[in-house]
Structures are given as structure tokens and as C-alpha cells.
């Protein structure tokens, strides 16, 4: 059984950083791409940050330059950094991960974690 683990969320003023993280465990045999998505109150789910296997990356227009994101295959685990945060950035900021089993690729979710930026 896959699960996907967030951690790294909590309060911090307009202009601070937080550093989230994702841990990757079960039985797949591939990470194809990881990333982090958000959802604001009254709001869509968006993407925030995406790798790939590939290294490729891909980021929402509202926080690139501000936020970066990078894996470390090795742990299976991805890692999003947040500058100068905004109020606008408040959300919970869910793990995402596209696996590659022995049945093929399937999308998994981690259980979000808070990240509310306020003064």
C-alpha cells in the first residue's frame, strides 16, 4: 500500500519562508513525477510545482521565482521551498505522486498540510 506523507506547514508572516516535505512509501517500482498542489478555501485544487523523472519542472505563475521545488530520489521524498510568502499562498498544500507499479501508473494524494501566511 502506497502512502504519501507531508510534513513542514504551520503560520508565518508575510514575507517568511516554510520548507514542506513529502516522503513516498509502499510498493511501486518508478516515481514518474511529484509534486504539490494547493487548495484556498471556496477555491479549485491548482497546481503549484511539478518534477518529473526527467528532472523537468513546471511551476504555477503566482509563485514562480518564489517557490522552488527538488526531490531526492534516493528517499523517495520531494521538498518544496516557499519565499516571501503571501497571504494569497494560505492554503492546504497536498503531496502528489504518479507511480509506476507492476500495474501500470497510478496518481496518489497525500493528506494535505495548512500553510496560512498572516500577519
Known amino acids: 500500500q502506497v502512502q504519501l506523507v507531508e510534513s513542514g506547514g504551520g503560520l508565518v508572516q508575510p514575507g517568511g519562508s516554510l520548507r514542506l516535505s513529502c516522503v513516498v512509501s509502499g510498493d511501486f517500482l518508478r516515481i514518474e513525477r511529484m509534486g504539490w498542489y494547493r487548495q484556498a478555501p471556496g477555491k479549485e485544487r491548482e497546481l503549484v510545482a511539478l518534477r518529473t523523472s526527467g528532472r523537468t519542472t513546471s511551476y504555477a505563475g503566482s509563485v514562480k521565482d518564489r517557490f522552488i521545488i527538488s526531490r531526492d530520489d534516493a528517499k523517495n521524498m520531494v521538498f518544496l521551498q516557499m519565499n516571501n510568502l503571501k497571504p494569497e499562498d494560505t492554503a492546504v498544500y497536498y503531496c502528489?505522486?504518479?507511480?509506476?507499479?507492476?500495474?501500470?501508473?497510478?496518481?496518489?494524494w497525500g493528506q494535505g498540510t495548512q500553510v496560512t501566511v498572516s500577519s
Open positions: 502528489y505522486a504518479r507511480l509506476f507499479s507492476r500495474t501500470g501508473n497510478t496518481e496518489y
